[in-house]
């Protein structure tokens, strides 16, 4: 088991920055973020392996970053120049099935949820 726990998101601006954060139990193998918003799909947003390789949905590459610490078991998800399209809840997860955004990946840990607004 690995319990999960989001911090960070909140309400911002269009083109303002937002960081979340996610406490692990352990960290292992791939993590990441989906995200889902009302009416819509869930999609992953970006994934780290444990050597820090990174693959992001192309709906937020070159604005988001995704970072690790293996010491104090955190997970980031750095958003940069979001738009109100990125309004979604945001759920950290632990061990992919693939460690990659593409292919539907699934998780099976998942955080509580962390809601991100952006206005217009």
């Known amino acids: 088991q690995v319990q999960l726990v989001e911090s960070g998101g909140g309400s911002v601006q269009a083109g303002g920055s937002l960081i979340v954060s996610c406490v692990a139990s352990r960290h292992r193998g791939c993590v990441g973020w989906f995200r889902q918003a009302p009416e819509k799909e869930r999609e992953a947003v970006a994934v780290i392996d444990g050597h820090g390789r990174a693959d992001f949905a192309d709906s937020v590459k070159d604005r988001f970053t995704i970072g690790r610490d293996g010491d104090s078991n955190t997970l980031y998800l750095q958003m940069n120049s979001l738009k109100p399209e990125d309004t979604a809840m945001y759920y950290c997860?632990?061990?992919?099935?693939?460690?990659?955004?593409?292919?539907?990946?699934?998780?099976?840990?998942w955080g509580q949820g962390t809601q991100v607004t952006v206005s217009s």
């Open positions: 997860a632990a061990e992919f099935s693939i460690c990659s955004v593409s292919g539907r990946p699934e998780a099976p840990y």
